[in-house]
């Protein structure tokens, strides 16, 4: 059982930049950042293969977030820059230790309690 423990939401201006960070308990095989805005479906944003460092991005966010990893801390980051108010949302952690993944829901086994990002305009 991986614990996944989010911090460093908060509200912003559009424009302005704010990092997630995510404390994992054990090793992982892909991490990733998810977010859930009010009414919507809980969309993927980044993910990252921890040994190789792959990164996959959704268009909106390409060019203004960037997924990273400490190993030695088994901690993730979403260092998310130009934020825009249609980023607001609750930003979720996940993790799977199966040997697969992606930007889709199902590739995760383990999720954080989220954390809310708020971008006024």
């Known amino acids: 059982q991986v614990q996944l423990v989010e911090s460093g939401g908060g509200s912003v201006q559009a424009g302005g930049s704010l990092r997630l960070s995510c404390a994992a308990s054990q090793d992982t095989y892909c991490m990733g950042w998810f977010r859930q805005a009010t009414g919507k479906e809980r969309e993927g944003v980044a993910v990252i293969l921890t040994g190789t460092r792959i990164t996959y991005y959704t268009d909106s966010v390409e060019g203004r977030f960037t997924i990273s990893l400490d190993n030695a801390k088994n901690t993730l980051y979403l260092q998310m820059n130009s934020l825009k108010p249609e980023d607001t949302a609750r930003y979720y952690c996940?993790?799977?230790?199966?040997?697969?993944?992606?930007?889709?829901?199902?590739?995760?086994?383990?999720w954080g309690q989220g954390t809310q990002v708020t971008v006024s305009s």
């Open positions: 996940a993790a799977t230790v199966s040997p697969w993944c992606g930007m889709a829901r199902r590739n995760f086994d383990y």
